[in-house]
C-alpha cells in the first residue's frame, strides 16, 4: 500500500487504556519532526471499558478536518474492528496483537505488549506502538528520542531509558512494515512546522481569554468545557486570576456577574445542561447590564444526552436564554485559531457593550487540535470600559447609544444594581413611562453592537451560483469539501457571528441560485435565525446529529448530491 501526501491513522481500545498518551507523544513527536498533524478523538462517557478511538491525520498541506477514511488502525482492543468497520475500506493496514484479529480482516500482528513486557512493564506498549507509527510516517528516531529525554527527565534516566528502548523496538517493527511492502508512505516535511504551536480547542479559548484580560473563572466541571476551567487554573497563579470551582452552574454565573460588579473580567464555562441552570443569571446580567462572558460547549441533548459526543443543538437555546427581551451577543468559533480571537473579542464586546457574550463552541471544536503557525499576542493592555464615578453618578443614564457609564465600586459615586426595574440612579422604579424608557435604553444597544459585527467570510468565487453556509466547527470540513468539488461555481459562506445577524447576508444569498446550509443539528437552527431575520430559506439542509461531526468525504458526497 502506496501512501500520498495526506494519511489518517486511528487508534482504538478501552477507556484507560492509554490512548490519549500515545495521541499526545505522537502528534507532538511528528509536529517536532515538520509534519502537519490534525488530531480529535471520539469517546464513550466512562472512565474504563467500552470502545473509544482516535483519528491522527498527517498531510503535506495544513490541515484542520476529521475524515472518514482510516489508512492505517491500530487496535489495542479486541472488537476495535467492528466499532470502525464502517470507515474500514480493503485498502486499511490493520495492526495490532494477534487477540485483536477478526475473521474476514487482513491483519498484520504487532506484538506491542510483549515486547513492553520483556522490557520490564506492559506499561511500555504505548511507546512502542509510537515507534512503530513514527516509523511507516518516516519520523526521524532522533526526533523521538529527543522528545522521550525532555517528557520523561523528571522521572529519572531509568525510565528515559526504557522508553527509548521501547520505543526503538517498536520503531524496528515499523520499518520491517516498510521493507516487507506493507506500506509506503511519502509526506512532505518541512521544517517551519516544528516551531508552530500545537494545543486544543479548550487551551485556545483559555488562551484567548487571557488575552481578553480574563482574571477570573468561576464554573462547575461539565464536559466538554471543562479543559478550559482546567487551563485556566493551571495558569491562575502566574496569570493573576482567580479560578473557582463552583458548587454548581447558578453559583457560578452569580460569581460572574458579581465579580464584573467588582471590576474584574469573568468568564464562565458550562454545556448545555449546566446553561439550563444559568438562564435566570443571563436575564440578571441583562437587567443590570453587567458584561459577561460565557463559555457553552454543546453535546447531544436533551438532559444528558451524549455527553462526550459533538452537536450543534444549542444555538436557538442561547439566542433565547433569560426571560425578558434584551440585548446579548453571539460568537461561533470554527478554527482554533477562531477560538482564540473571537474569545479575546468577546472580552472586549461584553466590556463596551455591557451585554452577555456567549461564546458557542462544542465538543469537536473543544477536543480537537492541530499545529498553528503563530497567533497574534495583543502588543498593549485589553481596552477597558469603566469610568470613576462622581457624587453625581448614575449608573443607568439615558443615552442616545443605550450605553450608559460603568463605574465600579471605590469611587465617589454610588454604584446601585437592582435586579428590579430601575431609574437612572439604580433604584426600583414602577414608574410605567420610565420602564419604557428603560426597555428601549437597553435595546438602543444592538444600533452599536451592529456597528461592529464580524462579517461572514466568503471562500471561494463571488461569482457563485451555489451558496454553502456554515457556523462555528463545521467549517474546516466545509471548506476542504467545497475545494475538493473544484468547481468555481459553489462558494462557501463561514459565520463567526451568528447574532445579531450581519446585513449583509441577505445580500450573499440573494446572489445565488441555489442555497445549502451545513448543520450539526436536526432542525437547521441557524436555518430558522437566517430565514427570520431575511426572510430567505435554504432550498437544501444537510443535518447531522448522531454525536459525530461531518467527514470531508461525507460533505463532498452529498453536496454533490444536493446540486
Known amino acids: 500500500m502506496e501512501l500520498k501526501d495526506d494519511v489518517s491513522i486511528v487508534l482504538c481500545g478501552e477507556a484507560g487504556q492509554g490512548i490519549q498518551t500515545v495521541e499526545r507523544f505522537l502528534t507532538r513527536v511528528l509536529k517536532f519532526d515538520g509534519f502537519n498533524v490534525f488530531a480529535t478523538k471520539e469517546y464513550m462517557s466512562r472512565v474504563r471499558g467500552g470502545l473509544n478511538s482516535t483519528e491522527i491525520r498527517v498531510s503535506s498541506e495544513n490541515i484542520k478536518s476529521f475524515v472518514s477514511k482510516i489508512d492505517v488502525l491500530v487496535t489495542l482492543k479486541k472488537g476495535s474492528i467492528q466499532h470502525l468497520k464502517d470507515r474500514l475500506s480493503k485498502d486499511t493496514l490493520i495492526l495490532g496483537e494477534k487477540a485483536n484479529a477478526e475473521d474476514g480482516y487482513p491483519f498484520v500482528e504487532m506484538p506491542f505488549t510483549q515486547i513492553a513486557t520483556d522490557i520490564g512493564d506492559k506499561i511500555f506498549s504505548n511507546v512502542v506502538a509510537v515507534g512503530s507509527i513514527s516509523a511507516i510516517l518516516n519520523v526521524d528516531f532522533e526526533t523521538i528520542e529527543s522528545y522521550l529525554k525532555e517528557f520523561f527527565a523528571r522521572k529519572g534516566d531509568e525510565i528515559v531509558n526504557k522508553n527509548i528502548e521501547a520505543a526503538r523496538k517498536g520503531y524496528d517493527l515499523g520499518l520491517n512494515l516498510i521493507k516487507t511492502g506493507k506500506i509506503k508512505v511519502s509526506i512532505k516535511k518541512d521544517a517551519t512546522i516544528k516551531n508552530d504551536l500545537i494545543f486544543d480547542g479548550a487551551t485556545a479559548i483559555g488562551l484567548g481569554a487571557l488575552a481578553g484580560g480574563c482574571n477570573f473563572i468561576s464554573s462547575y466541571p ?326 459525530m461531526p461531518f467527514s470531508v468525504e461525507e460533505l463532498v458526497s452529498r453536496l454533490k448530491e444536493s446540486r
Open 222 to 547: 461539565m464536559t466538554p468545557s471543562t479543559g478550559i476551567l482546567t487551563f485556566l487554573s493551571e495558569h491562575a497563579k502566574e496569570f493573576g486570576i482567580v479560578a473557582e470551582q463552583a458548587e454548581d452552574e447558578i453559583s457560578a454565573i452569580n460569581m460572574a456577574i458579581g465579580a464584573w460588579y467588582a471590576g474584574s473580567r469573568a468568564m464562565v464555562t458550562t454545556a448545555g445542561g449546566g446553561f439550563a441552570l444559568m438562564v435566570e443569571g443571563m436575564s440578571l446580567a441583562g437587567m443590570i447590564e453587567s458584561p459577561l462572558v460565557v463559555n457553552l460547549g454543546q453535546r447531544p441533548a436533551p438532559a444528558t444526552g451524549l455527553p462526550t459526543r459533538t452537536e450543534q443543538g444549542d444555538l436557538l437555546f442561547a439566542l433565547y436564554s433569560g426571560h425578558g427581551e434584551f440585548p446579548k451577543i453571539l460568537l461561533t468559533p470554527g478554527t482554533l485559531e477562531d477560538a482564540f480571537y473571537l474569545t479575546q473579542k468577546a472580552f472586549y464586546f461584553a466590556d463596551k457593550f455591557q451585554v452577555p457574550v456567549i461564546i458557542l463552541s462544542d465538543q469537536y471544536l473543544v477536543d480537537s487540535y492541530y499545529n498553528v503557525k503563530n497567533l497574534d499576542l495583543p502588543k498593549n493592555q485589553p481596552q477597558k470600559f469603566v469610568v470613576e464615578t462622581t457624587k453625581d453618578y448614575k449608573r443607568y443614564a439615558l443615552s442616545k447609544s443605550g450605553i450608559s457609564p460603568r463605574g465600579i465600586p471605590g469611587g465617589a459615586g454610588l454604584v446601585d444594581v437592582d435586579s428590579d426595574e430601575h431609574d437612572e440612579s439604580g433604584h426600583i422604579t414602577e414608574d410605567l413611562d420610565l420602564r419604557v424608557k428603560m426597555v428601549d435604553k437597553r435595546l438602543k444597544k444592538f444600533d452599536s453592537i451592529k456597528a461592529e459585527i464580524i462579517p461572514p467570510e466568503l471562500i471561494g468565487s463571488p461569482k457563485y451560483d451555489t451558496i454553502v453556509v456554515g457556523w462555528g466547527s463545521t467549517y474546516p470540513a466545509i471548506r476542504e469539501a467545497v475545494e475538493k468539488i473544484e468547481d468555481e461555481s459553489i462558494a462557501f459562506l463561514y459565520f463567526k457571528q451568528v447574532y445579531p445577524l450581519h446585513p449583509d447576508t441577505k445580500k450573499y444569498l440573494q446572489s445565488a441560485k441555489k442555497r445549502i446550509i451545513v448543520e450539526n443539528n436536526a432542525t437547521s437552527q441557524f436555518g430558522h435565525v437566517v430565514k427570520a431575520e431575511t426572510g430567505i430559506d435554504f432550498d437544501v439542509k444537510i443535518l447531522k446529529y448522531n454525536g
